[in-house]
């Protein structure tokens, strides 16, 4: 076969790639960037046992799939913790919002600089001798592409049910 061809068939293909790409930015513009998100889970253990794993960021890479390691970061605003988390998809720049022991966490995003933002709110409620926990996702995602591939990918609720599935794993 001749070289032209070589040349027509990556011309096509680039083509339906940019058409893809502009496809989804467009839809993107169409969603909001803010959306509310929430998911739970029933754990055997008190909220006190539950507390101690949520909030010791030095172990959140032995039970959280993807993440490779945590970097403390000095106190943010108030002396609230702060800390950079690294994973495949590179890092990002976490702090306390507010903690109330063992009962409710939210943690948002401190990294400016990222394609998305939020909180996480964390609520344990007991529960006979365990407790429940609720997260919400109160999230934000800026680059209408990015916008896009969320909710039509994997969805909006992807991370929450990802960590609550890998904080069940932890539990058992």
């Given at each position: 076969m ?30 909001p960037?803010?959306?509310v ?11 006190g ?41 590179g ?38 001798r ?12 800026y ?30």
């Amino acid at each position: 076969m001749d070289g032209r061809w070589w040349i027509g068939v990556g011309a096509v293909v680039a083509a339906g790639a940019a058409a893809v790409v502009l496809a989804a930015v467009a839809a993107g513009r169409r969603l909001p960037v803010e959306h509310v998100t929430e998911g739970g889970l029933e754990l055997s253990q008190p909220p006190g046992a539950v507390w101690d794993v949520l909030t010791d960021i030095d172990l959140y890479p032995a039970w959280r799939p993807g993440l490779s390691h945590v970097e403390r970061l000095p106190a943010g605003v108030g002396g609230r913790p702060r800390w950079r988390e690294y994973g495949r998809h590179g890092h990002a720049t976490f702090e306390v919002v507010e903690s109330e022991a063992p009962h409710r966490l939210v943690t948002g995003v401190a990294d400016p600089d990222l394609p998305w933002g939020g909180t996480w709110t964390l609520v344990l409620t007991p529960a006979g001798r365990g407790c429940s926990l609720t997260v919400t996702e109160r999230g934000e995602v800026y680059q209408p592409f990015y916008r896009a591939v969320s909710h039509y990918g994997p969805g909006e609720s992807a991370g929450v049910r990802r960590y609550l599935a890998a904080l069940a794993h932890r539990m058992a």
